[in-house]
């Protein structure tokens, strides 16, 4: 790529001119602001004292020196001490040339050898559907995985399932008082909205406990810890642990249901893992390790039992790390699957993606198990990401407030409906076709709106705003995708031009600005993945696709491409065109997105 032989050429004319020694890779090079004409932008203040030079004179020196080493360079400018080099349309042209018949270009090819980087997402309770708050994780996890396998690493998925604790005794209970063997069958509900139902179900009659305790003159923190229905939840998990049979059977058929409804949910959503992991067989070598942590002194017993861990020291508090009745809590699974995920993968990396409401028990996470000898802890990585929220606030899964993930598919499968309908777009297609292409826009318009927003960010999100087909959304980038390939298929019946196998004649080729301006986005893409992967950010390959699409609808609207009446330029722009149709492809594939040929 024309940056790095341009940091070559400077890195070596600093030597020369200035007897200044630096590694080219260390020198920065950007993108010349619109203000100023250019396309590489190099500052030069950094090197003037050692120059003993104003800086427009250093600037000029280098410029000039520069231009004679690299024949790319058609001219150059400077403004104070930016240095602005301008590249020739020659190199331009030859670039797409030399990439139009890979379709792979920006990705680089992982190693299935390698130490895996292990991914960690979803992470669902047992105990309710997945819902709006889990689709951010979801997408955000895979679109991770997608980013890191496109930079070029061997990338293993997992999911934790959370599929014992107090909180899904709260279902089960509720569905032994309430529930009057209700089935999924008999109700017709997925597994994994009826079990939802009655953590509900919980949550009110545990409330309704709550006040009539306080109506009796208990205070209301010692009601909601001697409510009947906690204290019952309290028992049937401790009997859990104990290996009760009814209650592992009842356990066993209820998340049953679950799983059922999650892999529905996570077919339409479109992601998958390599491997799930379940806290009810993993707690267990979490009780191990914390007896390791006793028999070594860096964990403690309190007065009442409980196992704790003294984190004074980093600034943080006291840990519980078993109950005082014995019972384990998420942290001491953790400490389990984070062993056991070491030992089956030997990973190069573990990220979490989990929500940023977690920063403290990753935080704990990692400092127990360093204190427990696990030098591999420094592996750990947090992917911590904002909360979801709608127009109307905050979600509660207790108080059923929640957008469940279904729900929102459906009603944004049937929005696309609407849309595309009004805007003519399917006339063309078959029912089936149109039912495809409508769940295609709506997953679409949903990845995109959420993956486009970096992840450490809050986000609001708005269903009508994310299915536009104008401004930076999903289905913007889908129709512009189908707008090329439409090009496409009309050169290739109109014109007899195929992408690959008719050449122009490039000596005689002239760029336009806009078209210019396309081919320069085209040549960010692999510096874009790299960054992306490195920030873990799928925003930045989101906002770059739109980038792109922007780019190339500006040149559409602004050059003739089939119109024109010489023949080689006429190939090249088919050529450019199908290049771009690449580039949104690859770069939507890392965000879950398919792109249609027909809209």
């Not at 995985?145 to 930079?151: G, I, P």
């Not at 059922?260 to 009810?280: C, H, L, N, P, Q």
């Not at 009309?490 to 014109?495: G, H, I």
Request: aromatic share 10%.
């Amino acid at each position: 790529m024309i940056e790095s032989l341009l940091q070559q050429s400077i890195s070596e004319v600093l030597k020369n001119l200035y007897a200044i020694e630096v590694q080219p890779d260390s020198l920065v090079l950007q993108a010349t602001s619109k203000n100023f004409e250019g396309d590489f932008t190099f500052v030069v203040f950094p090197y003037v004292k050692q120059a003993r030079k104003a800086p427009d004179m250093v600037g000029r020196e280098l410029g000039e020196a520069v231009q004679q080493l690299r024949p790319e360079v058609k001219s150059f400018n400077v403004v104070k001490g930016f240095l602005n080099f301008v590249i020739n349309d020659d190199y331009w042209i030859h670039f797409v040339a030399q990439h139009v018949s890979n379709d792979k270009y920006g990705l680089k090819t992982a190693q299935p050898d390698a130490a895996p980087i292990v991914v960690e997402y979803s992470s669902p309770n047992t105990n309710k559907p997945l819902h709006l708050g889990h689709v951010r994780n979801n997408l955000l996890g895979w679109s991770v995985s997608q980013l890191l396998k496109a930079n070029g690493n061997n990338v293993k998925m997992v999911n934790l399932v959370n599929d014992r604790g107090i909180h899904i005794c709260k279902s089960m209970l509720a569905w032994l008082r309430f529930g009057n063997g209700e089935t999924p069958e008999t109700s017709g509900l997925k597994g994994d909205h009826l079990v939802g139902k009655y953590y509900v179900e919980f949550d009110k009659h545990y409330k309704a406990e709550i006040k009539e305790l306080m109506e009796q003159g208990m205070e209301e923190e010692e009601a909601k810890k001697q409510a009947p229905l906690l204290l019952e939840a309290q028992s049937m998990l401790k009997r859990w642990e104990e290996g009760d049979k009814e209650v592992r059977a009842l356990w066993e058929k209820m998340n049953s249901w679950v799983y059922a409804g999650f892999d529905e949910t996570y077919k339409r959503m479109g992601v998958g893992f390599d491997k799930i992991y379940y806290e009810s067989n993993t707690y267990m070598l979490g009780k191990e390790l914390v007896q390791k942590g006793l028999d070594m002194g860096v964990l403690y017993r309190r007065d009442d039992g409980a196992v704790c861990a003294d984190l004074t020291d980093a600034g943080l508090d006291h840990k519980v790390l078993l109950r005082k009745d014995g019972t384990s809590v998420y942290m001491t699974q953790d400490l389990g699957t984070a062993l056991l995920r070491q030992h089956d993968f030997g990973a190069e990396q573990l990220i979490y993606v989990v929500g940023n409401e977690q920063d403290y028990h990753f935080q704990v996470l990692k400092i127990i198990l360093k204190r427990l000898g696990f030098d591999w802890a420094d592996k750990l990585y947090h992917l911590s990401y904002g909360m979801v929220e709608l127009p109307n606030g905050k979600m509660k899964s207790r108080e059923g407030t929640v957008v469940d993930a279904d729900d929102l598919i459906s009603e944004m499968e049937q929005t696309a409906a609407d849309m595309s309908k009004e805007h003519g777009k399917n006339d063309d297609l078959s029912a089936e076709q149109q039912q495809q292409l409508f769940h295609i826009l709506a997953l679409g318009a949903l990845k995109y709106f959420i993956l486009k927003v970096d992840p450490t960010k809050n986000m609001l999100f708005n269903p009508a705003e994310s299915i536009d087909f104008n401004g930076n959304t999903g289905p913007f980038i889908q129709y512009t995708h189908a707008r090329i390939r439409s090009i496409i298929r009309k050169a290739e019946s109109e014109q007899q031009i195929t992408v690959v196998g008719t050449n122009p004649n490039l000596s005689t080729l002239a760029l336009g600005e806009k078209e210019r301006e396309v081919i320069k986005q085209l040549h960010n893409l692999p510096d874009t993945i790299d960054a992306a992967a490195a920030a873990y950010s799928p925003a930045m390959v989101a906002n770059y696709a739109y980038d792109l699409a922007k780019a190339f609808n500006s040149f559409y609207q602004d050059t003739p491409i089939l119109r024109d009446a010489d023949r080689d330029t006429m190939i090249f722009r088919i050529q450019l065109c199908s290049m771009v149709a690449m580039a949104l492809k690859n770069t939507m594939m890392i965000l879950g997105i398919e792109v249609p040929d027909r809209m």
